[in-house]
C-alpha cells in the first residue's frame, strides 16, 4: 500500500508559473525524497530532506518539510515546459536498507 | 558512468509463462531495488538486494523473486504470469544502504504486458 497521498494529483499551468504540490504520510520517517518521471520511463532523484530539516532548496526547486503534520511539499519556481512529468514524494523508514514507500504522484502539465 | 540498465526494455508474455528480468546497477553500487508501477497500485516496492542478501521484501506473492549476483548484477523472476502483473518493472541501484537516507538512481524500466 502507499504510504502518501499526493494533492494535486494533476496540475495545468503556464510557463513561467510557480507549480506547488503536497505530500502527506502515515508513519514515521527518516527521511523524505522527491523523485520527477517523464511519461513512463525511469524516475530521476530530485532531492532529499531530512526528518529533522524543515526546509531545503534545490535550483529552482524548493521543499518544506512538517513532522508534525506529515506532509510536504514540492514548488518549482519559474516553471518550463521541460518540467513537464510526474512528480512522485517518496519516504523513507527508520529501518536499514533502501525500502521506500512512494506516494501517488502528481501529473504536472506546463503548458508553452 | 553508466546508469541503471534494464533488459529488456519490452516484452510481451502469456499468462502462466514465467519472465525474467535483468538490472545492471551503478559500478560500485552495492544495493538494487525493484519497484512494480501500475497505473492502478502507483509504485510499490517488491525487493532489495544488498550483497547479495535480500534485505526488505515488499508484499508481494512468492511467485516474484529475485536475486542479487556477486557483481551486484540482480535479476528478478515472476512465475505463473497473470493478467494484473502486467507493469513497468523499476529497478534501482544505491551506493550503500543504511537507514533508507540514499538516493536511488533508477533504470529505464521493463515494460511487461501479459496477454
Known amino acids: 500500500s502507499q504510504q502518501g497521498e499526493e494533492d494535486p494529483q494533476a496540475l495545468s499551468i503556464q510557463e513561467g508559473e510557480n507549480a506547488t504540490m503536497n505530500c502527506s504520510y502515515k508513519?514515521?520517517?527518516?527521511?523524505l525524497q522527491w523523485y520527477r518521471q517523464n511519461s513512463g520511463r525511469g524516475l530521476v532523484h530530485l532531492i532529499l530532506?531530512?526528518?529533522?530539516?524543515r526546509e531545503k532548496h534545490s535550483g529552482r526547486l524548493r521543499v518544506t518539510l512538517d513532522t508534525s503534520k506529515k506532509s510536504s511539499s514540492l514548488l518549482i519556481t519559474a516553471s518550463r515546459a521541460a518540467d513537464t512529468a510526474s512528480y512522485f514524494c517518496?519516504?523513507?523508514?527508520?529501518?536499514?536498507?533502501?525500502?521506500?514507500?512512494f506516494g501517488g504522484g502528481t501529473r504536472v502539465l506546463v503548458k508553452p | 558512468k553508466a546508469g541503471v540498465t534494464q533488459t529488456p526494455r519490452y516484452l510481451i508474455k502469456t499468462r502462466g509463462q514465467q519472465v525474467t528480468l535483468s538490472c545492471s546497477p551503478i559500478?560500485?553500487?552495492?544495493?538494487v531495488s525493484w519497484y512494480q508501477q501500475t497505473p492502478g497500485q502507483g509504485l510499490q516496492f517488491l525487493f532489495e538486494?544488498?550483497?547479495?542478501?535480500?534485505?526488505n521484501k515488499g508484499n508481494f506473492p512468492g511467485r516474484f523473486s529475485g536475486r542479487q549476483f556477486s557483481n551486484s548484477r540482480s535479476e528478478m523472476n515472476v512465475s505463473t504470469l497473470e493478467l494484473g502483473d502486467s507493469a513497468l518493472y523499476l529497478c534501482?541501484?544505491?551506493?550503500?544502504?543504511?537507514?533508507?537516507?540514499?538516493?536511488?538512481?533508477f533504470g529505464a524500466g521493463s515494460r511487461l504486458t501479459v496477454l
Open positions: 517518496a519516504t523513507g523508514g527508520k529501518a536499514a536498507g533502501n525500502k521506500l514507500t
Open positions: 538486494y544488498f550483497s547479495e542478501t535480500q534485505r
Open positions: 559500478s560500485g553500487h552495492r544495493s
Open positions: 534501482a541501484s544505491s551506493l550503500q544502504g543504511d537507514s533508507g537516507a540514499n538516493v536511488l538512481t
Open positions: 508513519t514515521s520517517i527518516n527521511n
Open positions: 530532506i531530512r526528518s529533522n530539516e
